[in-house]
């Protein structure tokens, strides 16, 4: 009791001062914290209401003071405090073990919010649509966990322990894990490689292997597709990436080949005029504007019927579009066709007798 009675007595004469900067430090800096939380809950309101509001803007920034900045400086507070002061040999001890938990989990706790910001500040610009944010919290969580693990490794070794002979046995542990999992390990690796270089998001519609649909989440592990038939496909990242994906959501227009017959007894002058008739059925579409006609040809003469081919482009990666455009195109053709007397072709065969044949020969 006596030893402690006189700790005390010290710690008043010599170290009140910097106690009480300490705690009017600390007391500044909650109330920063809560104006700022106050500040920051108002202005994720307004942006919810208007994203692009110019007092919206200044998000980011209070969000690194708030998350960053003040646990930064409390703990520069802090470390100033305990240089200003000393204790005896015991205590001075624990007071650097309880300081160097502190700033482990202050440090990784900002580094963590940093990462999350940066990342946070990279979407925004990557991507409109913020359904895709929910790739971003898997990843996230993944790089977070395997920061505290560096810090506390960092911790414990700064307390004095040896983590030579533990970090041996991790890495052995380490690669007798990744041989075990690698299935999994090489789905984490292309959950990566999905997130940065983009393939797909959220809401495309991909088609890959004999399987087409929408993708409705993209996991570390696996991702789902709705497919046409209305199921939900659930696939490996590995298997996924690994095949040839066609990604008709960032189609910015369609190409599409038609071929059009008509039959050996069509004439000349309607023969001739086919291909600007096509032409300008398709400069008349009204489903979507912007249709390019490319070209439009007597290609060749077939087995039954005579062959034109058209090739032409519609502005939109639309499904629905596209087949109205066809729709309407086919119902001009037919319209058009019918007009100028001219007929399409249907497979035929003609049977020559055996007289005419002879005769032919």
Known sequence: MTNIAHVFQTFQEQYMISFFILLGTLMVLLAANAILGKRIKGLEELKMRDEKHAKARALPALRFIKRIAIPL????SLSLFLDSVSFGEGIQRIVQIVFAVIMTIIIVRSVNKALELSFSKYFEKEYANREHEKNLKPLLSFVKLLLWVIGFLILISNLGFNITTALAGLGVGGIAVAIAAQGILGDLFSYFVIFFDHPFALGDFIVFGDKSGVVERIGIKSSR??????????ISNSDLTSSRIHNYKQMQRRRVVSAISVPFHTSEEKLKRIPQLIKDILASIQVVEGVVCDRSHFQSIGASAFVFETIYYIP????????????EFNLRLVEGFRAEGIEFAYPTQRILPAEASTQMT
């Open 225 to 234: 597709i709705r497919v046409l038939s209305g199921e939900v496909l659930i």
């Open 316 to 327: 939109t990666s639309d499904y629905i579009t596209f087949m109205d455009v066809q729709q």
């Open 73 to 76: 400086l409390f703990l520069a």
